[in-house]
Every structure is written in structure tokens, then in C-alpha cells.
């Protein structure tokens, strides 16, 4: 009896979420979710759906837009296609690019980039920039070159050290070693984090300057050790790789 009772239970939930589905204009894929995968896809359900509408809390809407991505990870690509074929305004574009490069389609990312450069924002920073990163992701070091001296020679204003740290790596797979240094040494100290200076003590191992590159590795992890716990969680990647490099 109380297995019946259950399962007349279950069918209940499981008709109202699917009518709720219906009737606010939900994705369909829930309806799917909800029948096949009783129990895991209510919860989704719910917290995607339902709980953001009642909660409309910072935390709720992160949880509805982790959902959603798993259950329809094309969403938010469709979303931007949709913007750039209506508007075509420059932020619609560069949201596609973002969305194209978030799926390592570097290709469609440089494309939706290249196609906003032109009229008045032929050298919009924005869009130069994360040109240049796709280029960079492709691995097409020479054409991101191309785009970030471009960047700074039409935006003198223009200042980025998320810019200036993807120059040094440009030049440095481009093999420009004096020029990669020189661009390290410029940006290592005013970079928010430890990245910067990790790959310049690198450069510097790598040249030859074993001595030089140990002192900054040394530098770095002394100073993170007086930082707050929160700026060493952030930056355990760079802090663990200095480590090996001095171990």
C-alpha cells in the first residue's frame, strides 16, 4: 500500500511540473527531464525554474543559469544569434564572439569579432581585444600580434593589463624573446594576481637567468603567504606552479 501511495505520489509531482512547463512557456527539454529522470530532473526543474522566481537572490539565479546550461547548452549561443540577426548592433556581436570562443569555435569567434570592426568601430579596443584572443587560441600568433598593435595604436587611452599580459605571451610564442621580456618586466608589477609574474620568471628561466627567475618565483610566494586567504585561493594555480619550478 505504501508503494502505491508513493507512486501515485510521484505521478502527481510529476503531472503538475509538466503542466507548469506548459503553461509558463518553459524549454521543452524539461518536460523530457521531468518524465525520464524522476527525482534528478524535478530537482533541476525546480531549482532552475521555480526557486529563482520565488528567491531572487544572486545565488538562486547562478543555480538556474548552471541548470539551464546543462539541460539546453545552446541557450545562450541561439540568444546572441538571435540578437545579431535582429539588431546587429556591436554588443550583439561581441556576446556571439564570446559565446563561439567559450566553445573553442575560434574560427566563429574571430568571424562574429571581425564582423563589428568596421564604420566608426573599425578599431573599437572591445573587439580588437578578444579578436585577439581567438587569435591567440587558434594559435595564430602573428594574426594576434596584428590585432593587439593595431589595439593600441588607434586607442591610446586604451589600458588593460588583461591587453598588455596577452602582448608579452604573443610575442613570446612568436619567439620575440627581448621584446616578450621587456613586455613582462613593464606589466609583472601592476598585474592583479600572479600570473604576469609567474610567466616572466619563466622567460627568465628559460633565457638562462636561473638566479633572476628563483627570486621572483621566491618573491611571489612570500608575498602570497601575507595575502588573504581568499587572494591565495584565487591564485593557487600560478602559486602551485611556482612552487614546482623552485622545488
Given at each position: 500500500?505504501?508503494?502505491?501511495?508513493?507512486?501515485?505520489?510521484?505521478?502527481?509531482?510529476?503531472?503538475?511540473?509538466?503542466?507548469?512547463?506548459?503553461?509558463?512557456?518553459?524549454?521543452?527539454?524539461?518536460?523530457?527531464?521531468?518524465?525520464?529522470?524522476?527525482?534528478?530532473?524535478?530537482?533541476?526543474?525546480?531549482?532552475?525554474?521555480?526557486?529563482?522566481?520565488?528567491?531572487?537572490?544572486?545565488?538562486?539565479?547562478?543555480?538556474?543559469?548552471?541548470?539551464?546550461?546543462?539541460?539546453?547548452?545552446?541557450?545562450?549561443?541561439?540568444?546572441?544569434?538571435?540578437?545579431?540577426?535582429?539588431?546587429?548592433?556591436?554588443?550583439?556581436?561581441?556576446?556571439?564572439?564570446?559565446?563561439?570562443?567559450?566553445?573553442?569555435?575560434?574560427?566563429?569567434?574571430?568571424?562574429?569579432?571581425?564582423?563589428?570592426?568596421?564604420?566608426?568601430?573599425?578599431?573599437?579596443?572591445?573587439?580588437?581585444?578578444?579578436?585577439?584572443?581567438?587569435?591567440?587560441?587558434?594559435?595564430?600568433?602573428?594574426?594576434?600580434?596584428?590585432?593587439?598593435?593595431?589595439?593600441?595604436?588607434?586607442?591610446?587611452?586604451?589600458?588593460?593589463?588583461?591587453e598588455s599580459l596577452l602582448y608579452a605571451r604573443t610575442l613570446e610564442q612568436l619567439?620575440?624573446?627581448?621584446?616578450?621580456?621587456?613586455?613582462?618586466?613593464?606589466?609583472?608589477?601592476?598585474?592583479?594576481?600572479?600570473?604576469?609574474?609567474?610567466?616572466?620568471?619563466?622567460?627568465?628561466?628559460?633565457?638562462?637567468?636561473?638566479?633572476?627567475?628563483?627570486?621572483?618565483?621566491?618573491?611571489?610566494?612570500?608575498?602570497?603567504?601575507?595575502?588573504?586567504?581568499?587572494?591565495?585561493?584565487?591564485?593557487?594555480?600560478?602559486?602551485?606552479?611556482?612552487?614546482?619550478?623552485?622545488?
Amino acid at each position: 500500500m505504501p508503494i502505491v501511495a508513493a507512486s501515485i505520489l510521484s505521478l502527481i509531482i510529476q503531472g503538475c511540473l509538466i503542466v507548469h512547463v506548459v503553461k509558463t512557456g518553459r524549454n521543452s527539454l524539461w518536460i523530457w527531464a521531468i518524465a525520464l529522470i524522476p527525482g534528478a530532473g524535478w530537482v533541476a526543474y525546480v531549482v532552475a525554474e521555480i526557486l529563482p522566481d520565488l528567491v531572487a537572490g544572486r545565488g538562486a539565479k547562478r543555480a538556474k543559469a548552471g541548470v539551464q546550461r546543462m539541460f539546453d547548452p545552446n541557450r545562450d549561443l541561439r540568444r546572441a544569434s538571435a540578437e545579431v540577426q535582429i539588431s546587429g548592433n556591436l554588443d550583439a556581436r561581441r556576446r556571439l564572439a564570446e559565446e563561439y570562443f567559450e566553445r573553442d569555435q575560434f574560427d566563429l569567434s574571430i568571424d562574429a569579432y571581425a564582423s563589428g570592426l568596421k564604420g566608426i568601430f573599425e578599431h573599437d579596443p572591445t573587439l580588437l581585444l578578444g579578436l585577439a584572443h581567438a587569435q591567440f587560441a587558434k594559435q595564430d600568433f602573428a594574426a594576434a600580434r596584428i590585432s593587439l598593435e593595431r589595439l593600441q595604436l588607434h586607442n591610446t587611452d586604451f589600458k588593460s593589463t588583461d591587453e598588455s599580459l596577452l602582448y608579452a605571451r604573443t610575442l613570446e610564442q612568436l619567439e620575440a624573446l627581448d621584446e616578450a621580456q621587456h613586455a613582462y618586466a613593464s606589466i609583472a608589477p601592476s598585474f592583479p594576481g600572479t600570473e604576469a609574474k609567474f610567466r616572466y620568471a619563466l622567460l627568465l628561466k628559460r633565457r638562462g637567468k636561473v638566479d633572476q627567475a628563483h627570486q621572483i618565483f621566491t618573491d611571489l610566494l612570500e608575498s602570497a603567504a601575507l595575502a588573504p586567504a581568499h587572494f591565495r585561493k584565487a591564485q593557487a594555480h600560478w602559486l602551485d606552479c611556482a612552487r614546482k619550478e623552485l622545488a
